[in-house]
């Protein structure tokens, strides 16, 4: 049986085009890895009132389907609390949200981590859809469309940013 020149040309193309597509999908970058953590308790009304009108919000969302929530109980007369009293998936960022919050006591926290990085700290509430707007400009890559200046240490005292992003 004689075969086409054209075949071996034609599997070599194909090949070509395999790997020229393998080398596209490796070249784009993956969706970031997103983490919410909201700290707070039962203590600090903002706290609760944010718990009962907009975490509902937040969790009616795309964007929450595509970030990781973690909510830490806390008092307000305390600082991030001991790794003893965190959820496990919190314990890895322990050290980071002690330096982003400068061991400030106060509720509530909150911190946006990207990639197992602290993206934004912050004391007070934010609207569901200011956080999915944060999350979203994360996720699309767009910093210019971030809400709120990222603060990456809160200063010891007063609602100032000691290291801005």
Known sequence: MQT???????????????????AAQAQTPAAPSIHFIWMGGDDCPPCVRWRKEELPKLQASPEFKQMRFS???KVIGSAVPPTLFLPDEVVPYKDQLDEASNRRIGSPQAALMVNGVVHDYFFGTRTAEQIIDMVEAVRTGRPADYPFPRCLKVAKTGRTCEKPA
């Open 4 to 22: 086409s020149p054209l075949k071996p040309f034609a599997l070599a193309c194909a090949v070509l085009s395999v790997g020229l597509a393998g």
């Open 71 to 73: 909510y830490v109980r």
